[in-house]
């Protein structure tokens, strides 16, 4: 099962799981990315999807999104102006991007996963992509120069189906990109450190230190379909809405040089066993995440959360109600059928890159 991105609704992702489950088709694999990593680890520290839930809404979980916090990057208007900058360009990565210094959010040094509880049911691998740069190279013309490495984090079982794959985003039908050929496959590496990486944003938080290297997270491949289908006699995937076309496919544009509508058109229309059809989330659930809050005032983006911890908890469930109704509509349809592309009207997001 593909958890692919997710943002901070990645609690849909562990209400399809319970669906899959109670229905008797729980995936082995669980092949994440950003958000959908966090969703993922829980999964696999909490075998019992009740168990699950409950972590998904607990106060240990409200506590973790309380604590994050804007930078002083956060400026309202430089923000515009650089998202306008992005969207003005068609330049593919023409300078190497600052990581490292430049983010919006600082997240608290303890991510919020709960205990290992019994056997795990699902092994998991995740997505993250090692930087081929320092921090003395940003600024400086790519001039072509490969930036990242794609990484797959995963158990020796995973991982020796993967070893010699190259990555994905190799292909030039991509675009102009700055992904190197080569995919590394870690098998060393715990899920909880994995996911960790996996959330690194490339516009919203900072790249991730890892064993003397640096990463940045799964939006380096937000559908890595081709490695759910090395992984996997069969394949379970959402079918996704459309990017926001003002910021997010400018951002992937200017970060990774990857086309982004390219790669989400191949995502959606890739041959999958079960389609689970997420392509109106953004609609159903507008309120339930985390909001961005623009205080012009003070010229400052926040993240504000729900007033209190009662309302936190009835948005978390919404989100895993949401997940487990849209798996079981998918479970309902013949295999191998494609989703309907429901055409309820795209909630628009006014500051945002790719979700993280």
């Not at 609690?11 to 489950?21: E, K, P, T």
């Not at 930078?71 to 490292?100: C, E, M, N, W, Y």
């Not at 039908?173 to 959330?199: F, L």
């Not at 090395?230 to 400018?250: N, R, T």
Request: neutral net charge; glycine residues 8%.
């Amino acid at each position: 099962m593909v958890m692919g991105g997710g943002g901070f609704r990645f609690g849909i992702y562990i209400g399809m799981y319970a669906a899959l489950r109670q229905a008797g088709q729980a995936p082995d694999v669980l092949l994440a990315s950003c958000g959908g990593a966090i969703a993922a680890t829980i999964i696999h520290n909490l075998p019992e999807p009740e168990e699950q839930r409950a972590w998904l809404a607990s106060p240990e979980m409200y506590r973790f999104w309380c604590g994050l916090k804007s930078t002083h990057h956060a400026a309202l208007l430089g923000t515009l102006r650089r998202a306008a900058q992005r969207k003005l360009s068609s330049a593919s990565v023409p300078v190497i991007p600052d990581l490292f210094d430049y983010y919006l959010f600082e997240i608290p040094p303890q991510l919020p996963f709960p205990p290992a509880s019994g056997t795990p049911e699902v092994d998991v691998a995740i997505i993250g992509g090692k930087l081929l740069f320092g921090r003395a190279d940003v600024g400086q013309a790519r001039n072509g120069r490969k930036l990242y490495a794609e990484t797959v984090f995963c158990g020796e079982r995973a991982a020796a189906a993967l070893r010699g794959m190259d990555s994905p985003l190799a292909d030039a039908r991509w675009g102009e990109h700055a992904v190197a050929r080569e995919m590394i496959v870690d098998s060393a590496t715990s899920v909880a450190e994995a996911a960790r990486i996996s959330i690194a944003d490339m516009i919203y938080f900072r790249c991730q230190p890892h064993r003397g290297d640096e990463y940045i997270g799964g939006v380096l491949d937000l559908f890595p379909v081709e490695i759910a289908g090395k992984l996997g006699e069969e394949v379970v995937m959402e079918f996704k809405e459309a990017f926001d076309q003002v910021f997010s496919i400018p951002a992937w544009r200017a970060v990774l040089g990857v086309d982004g509508n390219a790669r989400l058109r191949y995502a959606n229309t890739h041959l999958a066993d079960m389609r689970i059809d997420s392509s109106d989330v953004s609609v159903v659930l507008a309120k339930q995440q985390m909001q961005q809050k623009l205080d012009w005032l003070r010229n400052r983006i926040e993240l504000s959360m729900p007033p209190d911890y009662a309302t936190f908890a009835q948005h978390m469930s919404d989100q895993w109600q949401y997940g487990y109704d849209r798996a079981r509509e998918a479970l309902a349809r013949p295999l191998r059928q494609q989703p309907p592309i429901r055409r309820a009207k795209r909630h628009s997001k006014p500051l945002s890159s790719i979700e993280p």
